[in-house]
């Protein structure tokens, strides 16, 4: 059986004293043994990572943590940018590409996000690789084909045990931030879509073994419905990871 997986994506928010705060509340709201069943991590801003860990590490907390991004390169003149060397060294676990927000707002296409997936690897850093369509190929019935196409742009040359370690979202765009969360047979069809492409790339062992989150408007209101669908392994989750009781109470129900 595949340990779900919730995790807190801050995005642009909170800051380093900010994130130890709740990050503290979050880890003392639930019991020791619920860290058995279900991992979590926060993925907080590049600023916040150092703090976290050390509190992490300090307080021996079940939480992990990783980033929401790094570069293609290992050093050298990238102008703020950070690498999968410098999280690998911050004991980042995971690391979120291909995120809708970056495609958009940075124009990564599936070359850039394939560069970054093989980055995090490089380091032992598990990308959390997100593939989601916007309203209009949702509409257009393409959503399959879109997610699908992505998946595959963003795993070229990477082999069946570096996919092994990989961890997937599917992130419908019109549902993230818009209090529209996608149905659990929405997420239901993209993610077993996305699973028979692992099977057709690598075979049943790795496509039974890697998990797949729902990502977009996930609170505890819906989380319960959302992960109890076969093929969804947990949730990739923003606005409400922002809360630690909140994120506490969802992720209790996961
Ligand atoms: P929201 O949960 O705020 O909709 O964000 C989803 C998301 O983009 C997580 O990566």
Redesign the pocket.
């Known amino acids: 059986a595949r340990r779900p997986l919730i995790a807190g ?1 801050w995005k642009m928010n909170l800051n380093h004293l900010e994130a130890i705060a709740v990050v503290q509340k979050f880890a003392f709201a639930l019991p020791e043994k619920y860290f058995e069943r279900v991992e979590v991590a926060v993925l907080p801003p590049f600023t916040d990572i150092r703090s976290v860990q050390t509190l992490i590490d300090g307080d021996k907390l079940s939480v992990v943590h990783g980033a929401q991004d790094l570069s293609p390169h290992d050093s050298g003149a990238y102008t703020g940018d950070v690498s999968g060397v410098m999280l690998a060294k911050l004991g980042c676990r995971y690391v979120v590409v291909g ?1 809708s927000e970056r495609r958009e707002i940075h124009g990564e296409d599936d070359a850039v996000v394939n560069a970054k997936v093989h980055a995090a690897l490089k380091h032992g850093i598990a990308p959390i690789l997100c593939v989601g369509e916007g309203l209009d190929v949702r509409e257009a019935a393409n959503h399959v084909q879109h997610c699908t196409d992505q998946l595959r742009g963003a795993l070229k040359k990477v082999t069946a045990e570096q996919a092994a370690t990989i961890v997937l979202a599917y ?1 419908p765009v019109w ?3 818009t209090g529209r969360v996608a149905g659990a047979s929405d997420a239901q069809e993209v993610c077993a879509a996305l699973r028979a492409t692992l099977e057709e790339l690598y075979g049943s062992e790795v496509s039974r073994g890697v998990r797949i989150l729902y ?4 609170k505890s209101s819906n989380v319960g419905e959302i992960v109890g669908q076969t093929d969804v392994d947990g949730a ?5 990871s922002l809360d630690a009781e909140e994120f506490a109470k969802l992720s209790a129900i996961a």
């Open positions: 994506n995120h992130e549902a993230i931030g990502g977009g408007s996930v990739l989750v923003g606005g409400a």
